[in-house]
């Protein structure tokens, strides 16, 4: 019974042993290429790519636009737990992808630790831009590999281009647009940010500018990733193709003109006039003093002093409230106007020739004194009253009449006030000697009677 086993299990070893064996010859004949040394592969490393990488380009966040870029692999090397792998070849897969493979006969399948190196190539508008590239594989991530070569004979290790570090950013550049205070781009002040480009596609186009009231649009600037403004100078123009590398611009505005600023005013002028009283008992403007005070305020009048004159408090107006100043429809200007009068002291008071015990009165504006037009203060100080100099004309003609000669042909002549007295007296007596005669005929009347 035992003789018969121990074949048996010669047999099935030998059918086991033969199997890798066969598999092995099968990928060699179907994967090597022309340059392989014609060494059957037990133990392998196969390093490739998918080929492709998807760039999405944004706007403000919002995808624009989704390219498929070409990607390869080259100059590859490894390391396999501590031993330097060189001689990497490609070869061509039935599928017709490419990969480069390295054999490795004389190691163990259950290899540790392969630290990878090669060079990443990304084809970009018919323009080829590299990049290093170094991953580390340990143990589990070996066996994955294994476990994705067909016939586990060796470690497919698949390179994903998105996982490639800095790829992406050497194939793609952001462009920004800014503004500073003065206008907006594209109807906002917010910037324009496009993301993701790839370098030699066709530059974005610039936003519309608008300037805002009182200014004028003054060029893009570069600028840095905030929009700060990097250059003294605007561009002549912006690029056609997205260049290599981040660019931003900043929109500059220029001020064309100043809005005027209305500002409430809190002071206004005002005026204090001072009218002196002449000889014929009107006043005239002596002086003028222009001040100003807060709005709303309360001022008085400083009282000066003039020789020969007394301050005559009755007719003045030496306070008031200061209001804003406007124009009036005659030209000038209302305001505030506090008026100060001043009489002559009575040493030198005029004499009225119809009332000489009576001084003239300021007071009254109709007493018909010779104010010879001057300025009537209760009218102000600004109007002249003609019928005062109608009336004093009036009175100096009856005055002239009266002339010297005259007087001295009538100097025992009766003044009307006593002229009029005697012909009272007069009167009386006749009447009583009128009455004593009636009384007298009526007597003797009755005594013929009787």
């Given at each position: ?293 807060k709005l709303g305020s309360t001022v ?129 007596a006749l009447f009583a000697a009128a ?16």
């Amino acid at each position: 019974m035992k003789k018969r086993i121990l074949p048996l299990i010669l047999t099935v070893m030998m059918l086991f042993g033969l199997i890798p064996m066969a598999s092995a010859v099968s990928v060699d004949e179907q994967s090597v290429d022309e340059q392989s040394v014609g060494v059957p592969t037990y133990t392998h490393l196969d390093v490739g790519v998918d080929g492709t990488l998807t760039v999405v380009s944004k706007c403000n966040g919002e995808a624009i636009d989704s390219q498929e870029v070409s990607v390869k692999i080259s100059d590859v090397s490894a390391t396999v737990d501590g031993y330097a792998v060189d001689d990497f070849y490609m070869i061509t897969n039935p599928d017709g992808t490419q990969q480069w493979r390295s054999d490795l006969v004389w190691l163990d399948p259950n290899i540790n630790t392969v630290d990878l190196t090669c060079t990443v190539t990304a084809e970009v508008n018919g323009q080829e831009i590299s990049v290093p590239y170094t991953r580390h594989f340990n143990h589990l991530d070996l066996w994955h590999a294994l476990y994705a070569c067909p016939l586990h004979t060796g470690y497919d290790i698949g390179i994903v281009p998105a996982d490639v570090d800095g790829l992406y950013d050497s194939i793609t550049a952001d462009v920004g647009f800014f503004t500073e205070d003065g206008g907006t781009i594209n109807g906002d002040s917010a910037p324009v940010l496009y993301e993701d480009l790839l370098i030699g596609s066709s530059f974005p186009e610039a936003p519309t500018t608008a300037p805002d009231t009182y200014y004028a649009f003054d060029g893009w600037y570069t600028a840095d990733a905030e929009g700060n403004a990097t250059s003294d100078e605007a561009v002549a123009s912006l690029p056609e193709v997205v260049p290599a590398g981040n660019t931003n611009y900043v929109a500059k505005w220029e001020k064309v003109s100043t809005p005027v600023t209305p500002v409430t005013p809190t002071a206004a002028a005002y005026q204090v006039e001072y009218y002196l009283q002449q000889e014929n008992g009107g006043y005239a403007l002596a002086d003028t003093v222009t001040a100003s005070a807060k709005l709303g305020s309360t001022v008085n009048a400083e009282i000066k002093s003039y020789d020969g004159y007394t301050y005559n408090a009755g007719v003045s107006v030496v306070s008031g409230e200061v209001v804003m100043p406007a124009a009036n429809d005659k030209g000038g200007v209302d305001m505030l106007t506090l008026k100060v009068y001043y009489d002559l002291e009575k040493k030198n008071q005029p004499v009225n020739p119809s009332k000489p015990d009576q001084p003239a009165d300021p007071s009254n504006p109709n007493q018909p004194a010779d104010n010879g037009g001057a300025t009537n203060p209760a009218n102000g100080g600004n109007t002249t009253n003609a019928n005062n100099t109608s009336a004093t004309t009036g009175n100096n003609a009856a005055a002239g009449a009266n002339t010297a000669a005259g007087d001295k042909a009538n100097n025992n002549a009766v003044s009307p006030k006593t002229a009029d007295s005697s012909m009272l007296y007069v009167s009386i007596a006749l009447f009583a000697a009128a009455a004593s005669g009636l009384v007298v005929l009526v007597l003797k009347r009755k005594s013929s009677a009787r």
